[in-house]
């Protein structure tokens, strides 16, 4: 059954793509594990799916064992107190959402002698309950983030409002894909705009063609 749906997903994936006059192969699909178990974890690897997202530290170290041939993100928000953990068992974090957190990440990397790969994560819908940069906040900032040693900005990453109107979500997909492209076209150091980070089960169609 999950191989099923997961098979299917990337046909969707695929035929968006195609709808959107994109390759298939610019958009990576992730699958999202938290609270999954790993018996029904390796069911959607073994169907092909070798990108897990984690909400939790805890899970995705206790995890990261089963699947070594798997990249495994953070996604969740990072409290400082498990920014070490994090980068010691992350391949990448997705959801740098202060330039605290990102200093934070920064101190622990040096640490361990590792180059963090991390996302920024925006607050696109302005929502008060989230975490995330807002919009008008992300250049001052990124201009800090970019000094920091052993890290690596590789994009951005948002979850939108719930929205039940398609035209209302299309609207934030289309505002950070004008924020990804405006922040690429800067080329400043260190930070290397590769990966825009966004749809879920609901809404990734709209996302890829955005």
Same mark, same amino acid.
Request: contains cysteine.
């Given at each position: 059954m999950?191989?099923?749906?997961?098979?299917?997903?990337l046909?969707?994936?695929?035929?968006?793509?195609?709808?959107?006059?994109?390759?298939?192969?610019?958009?990576?699909?992730m699958?999202?594990?938290?609270?999954v178990?790993?018996p029904?974890?390796?069911?959607?690897?073994?169907?092909?799916?070798?990108?897990?997202?984690?909400n939790k530290?805890q899970?995705?170290?206790?995890?990261?064992?089963?699947?070594?041939?798997?990249?495994?993100?953070?996604?969740g928000h990072l409290?400082?107190?498990?920014?070490?953990k994090?980068?010691?068992?992350?391949d990448?974090?997705?959801s740098?959402?202060?330039?605290?957190i990102?200093?934070?990440?920064s101190?622990?990397?040096g640490?361990c002698g590792?180059?963090?790969?991390?996302l920024?994560e925006?607050?696109?819908?302005?929502?008060?309950?989230?975490?995330?940069f807002?919009p008008?906040q992300?250049?001052?900032?990124?201009?800090?983030?970019?000094?920091l040693? *052993?890290l690596?900005v590789r994009g951005l990453?948002?979850v939108?409002?719930?929205?039940?109107?398609?035209?209302?979500i299309r609207?934030?997909f289309?505002?950070m894909y004008q924020?990804f492209i405006?922040?690429?076209a800067?080329?400043t150091?260190?930070i290397?705009?590769?990966?825009l980070?966004?749809?879920?089960s *609901?809404?990734?169609?709209?996302?890829?063609a955005?």
């Amino acid at each position: 059954m999950i191989q099923q749906q997961y098979k299917r997903t990337l046909e969707r994936v695929h035929e968006a793509a195609v709808r959107a006059g994109r390759s298939p192969e610019e958009v990576r699909l992730m699958a999202v594990s938290k609270t999954v178990e790993p018996p029904q974890i390796m069911e959607a690897v073994e169907a092909g799916a070798l990108l897990l997202g984690e909400n939790k530290v805890q899970e995705l170290q206790q995890k990261r064992a089963f699947f070594p041939q798997c990249a495994m993100h953070l996604i969740g928000h990072l409290q400082s107190n498990k920014a070490a953990k994090a980068v010691a068992c992350a391949d990448m974090i997705q959801s740098v959402d202060s330039v605290r957190i990102a200093r934070e990440i920064s101190n622990a990397a040096g640490k361990c002698g590792k180059t963090m790969p991390v996302l920024l994560e925006v607050n696109i819908g302005r929502e008060a309950a989230k975490f995330g940069f807002l919009p008008e906040q992300l250049y001052d900032s990124l201009s800090e983030i970019a000094t920091l040693p *052993g890290l690596k900005v590789r994009g951005l990453m948002t979850v939108p409002p719930f929205l039940e109107e398609n035209t209302e979500i299309r609207k934030f997909f289309s505002q950070m894909y004008q924020l990804f492209i405006d922040i690429r076209a800067k080329k400043t150091d260190n930070i290397c705009m590769e990966i825009l980070s966004m749809g879920m089960s *609901g809404d990734f169609e709209i996302a890829i063609a955005e």
